[in-house]
């Protein structure tokens, strides 16, 4: 049975896949039945109000059809037992007469006979059912049988069935009634249905009977039917009655619930109304108060935690705003020390020949503390801007593939020192897209450099794609990659995996978090997927007019070459196989529920490096946010364990082209 119900399954399940025969027209179905029940179900899951109407409702109409029940039957018992007490009160006083007539002696005047003859049976027998039925004129009917154990119960008899009111008399007693009266003692009794011979239609009745001596002495059946048209009429009647009041009670029911219910619901609607406008900004928004119940503490509650949260909004946005002031003031003003700084730095760094070696050293090290403070202090002036709503952004036209080009011309002289190779991938058409050239060169090299920087000199690849109103550039690494939870915190600004480790080391701490601001100011989308020693992606997705609203990436987050592809593609393909189907060798990749669909792209192909650049030449710093991966050996397998932790830092210029000894490589993003 099991296995049967298995079967059935996996058969149900192949037939709503794209390939079985029938399945699109099974979704096509699914789909046109949903399809009008989601605006009620909608309705269902955010109307409290109408739920407990309609709760209501249902449990009143139940409770009303069970007292229908109830009284019903009582009804019908009560009407039923009254009917039989007269009936068997009728019928014994008509068996009594029957009784006493069949002890009377024929009169000697009779016609044709002068004794007791089948022809007196029969006039006797006729007399008795005209004379029994003359006192109840619809009240009942009575009928006379004979007895099945003689043969004057045949159609071809003289004693024949005699019945009253057209009465058919065979089809109105039950046969196993007249089984009882003929083999029993006593009147019988059961209900039936009253057929007539003349086209009436039947009715329901009530039948007693029993068995008696004719004026000859032969046992034959006598039989009272008492009609029931009118209690059922009256059962009607009741059931009629309990009908309508029970719809009258149930809507009435229905109706104060739905009062009593919006006495309650009202304010607290209006309680979400002024917290969604709370939540936009509009912090003078207050609740109507009206009487003194709970209701009302609720309201006087609700407005006094807007007053309190009003305050302390306030309150943030004035410490919110000292902030921001204060950091670009001590920005701006540590420019002029540092412009000075820096240019006794370059003399004594020019001069570091002449100097003995642990004079020159520092000398050196003076000059790169001093270019990451250059990068700190231009990455916290630009973060200032996005606090302070001042980033402007300048959108036009361009081709992301120049752009490109250009963060991997001067990303080529790092990834050569790591052993690296950059290649690029669905750059055959235009990518074009209206943005800031300037500032999306800028993420994308931050994106780059530290793709170079933690891919342990395995490639690294540069997806372009366009689709619908969107274009896409991923950048994938197949270094450490991230561990779980740490795609969304690796963009929070100066955050970092390992907290024990000092900042001595990789780049501000910002870059990632600017790219992200960059990339909301275009109205577009920053990602990070990663996978413990299976490398990571980060995916720009930018509009491709200024004022269009994003709806999805034409390049899936996961990557199709991912770890979790593979096993789902791998047990696909084993599913398929098990089930006889033939299926393609390459994986179907997983599309994360923003893609939009997209063309083909040619397969990867590698970049040829353009004219050499100076790591010095790259503008700003290519900063990160932090991020705790761990790295592994360049001949490792690429399911091992890593090994050492990436930090956080960014690519600042001069540490591009002069990494120390001492600092070492940033394992961070």
């Known amino acids: 049975m099991t296995q049967e119900a298995g079967r059935k399954t996996s058969w149900g ?266 939540s936009t900004g509009v912090l003078r928004e207050r609740m109507k108060v009206t009487g003194e119940d709970d209701i009302a503490r609720l309201g006087e509650a609700f407005n006094k935690m807007a007053q309190n949260l009003q305050g302390k909004i306030n309150q943030l946005e004035e410490l919110s705003r000292m902030q921001r002031r204060f950091v670009s003031d001590v920005s701006h003003e540590l420019r002029t020390p540092l412009t000075t700084v820096r240019m006794a730095a370059d003399v ?19 000059t790169g503390q001093l270019d990451r403070f250059e990068s700190l202090l231009a990455d916290l002036l630009e973060i200032s801007r996005f606090d302070a709503g001042a980033a402007a952004l300048e959108a036009e036209p361009i081709d992301l593939r120049e752009v490109v080009r250009r963060v991997i011309e001067g990303a080529e002289p790092l990834a050569e020192r790591k052993g690296t190779r950059i290649r690029v991938a669905g750059d055959e058409q235009p990518v074009v897209a209206e943005a800031d050239a300037r500032r999306v060169e800028r993420v994308l090299r931050n994106l780059v450099v530290n793709a170079v920087e933690h891919g342990e000199g395995r490639d690294v690849v540069v997806r372009l794609a366009a689709a619908g109103g969107a274009v896409a550039v991923a950048v994938r690494d197949y270094g450490v990659g991230l561990k779980p939870g740490e795609a969304t915190r690796v963009f929070n600004r100066f955050w970092r995996a390992d907290p024990a480790r000092a900042r001595t080391t990789g780049g501000t701490g910002l870059g990632l978090s600017i790219a992200v601001e960059d990339a909301r100011l275009h109205g577009g989308w920053l990602q990070a997927w990663g996978e413990p020693g299976g490398g990571s992606q980060f995916r720009l997705t930018l509009p491709r007019t200024a004022d269009e609203p994003l709806r999805g990436s034409p390049i899936p987050l996961e990557p199709e070459d991912s770890r979790a592809a593979r096993e789902r593609a791998k047990a696909e393909a084993g599913a398929a196989q098990a089930q006889g189907n033939r299926l393609s060798s390459v994986p179907t990749p997983r599309l994360d529920r923003s893609t939009l669909p997209v063309p083909p792209t040619a397969p990867v192909r590698p970049r040829t490096s353009g004219p050499a650049a100076s790591p010095a030449g790259l503008p700003g710093g290519g900063g990160v946010g932090g991020g705790r991966v761990v790295a592994r050996p360049a001949d490792a397998e690429p399911g091992a364990r890593p090994e050492a932790e990436r930090g956080e830092g960014s690519a600042s210029p001069e540490r591009l082209a002069d990494m120390t000894d001492q600092e070492g490589s940033a394992r961070g993003r």
């Open 13 to 278: 399940g192949r037939l709503l896949q794209d390939g079985a025969p029938g399945g699109p027209v099974l979704r096509l179905v699914v789909r046109w039945l949903r399809r009008p029940l989601l605006p009620a179900a909608r309705l269902w899951r955010r109307n409290i109000q109408l739920r407990v109407v309609a709760a209501t409702l249902l449990m009143s109409l139940g409770v009303v059809v069970l007292l229908g029940f109830v009284v019903i039957g009582a009804v019908r018992n009560g009407l039923l037992e009254t009917k039989e007490k007269a009936a068997v009160s009728q019928s014994a006083g008509g068996f009594a007469v029957a009784k006493d007539k069949a002890g009377t002696p024929v009169s000697s005047g009779d016609d044709s006979t002068s004794g007791r003859g089948s022809g007196s049976s029969v006039s006797w027998r006729n007399d008795l059912v005209t004379q029994l039925a003359s006192s109840g004129q619809g009240a009942f009917y009575v009928v006379a049988l004979g007895s099945a154990s003689s043969d004057s119960d045949s159609a071809s008899s003289n004693r024949g069935p005699r019945a009253s009111g057209f009465v058919d008399p065979r089809a109105s007693v039950p046969q196993s009634l007249r089984d009882s009266v003929d083999e029993g003692v006593g009147a019988f009794k059961t209900y039936t249905s009253i057929k007539f011979t003349d086209g009436q239609e039947a009715e329901p009745g009530l039948v007693v009977g029993t068995r008696l001596k004719d004026v000859d002495g032969q046992s034959y059946q006598l039989y009272y039917l008492f009609p029931l048209v009118q209690e059922e009429r009256s059962l009607t009647l009741v059931k009629t009655t309990l009908a309508t009041a029970g719809l009258f009670v149930v809507v009435l029911l229905g109706a104060i619930a739905w009062l009593v219910v919006r006495q309650v619901v009202t304010p607290v609607r209006m309680a979400a109304g002024v917290a969604e406008r709370l």
């Open 348 to 366: 004594i760094h020019e001069a570091r020949v002449d100097f003995d070696p642990v004079t020159a050293r520092s000398a050196e090290l003076l």
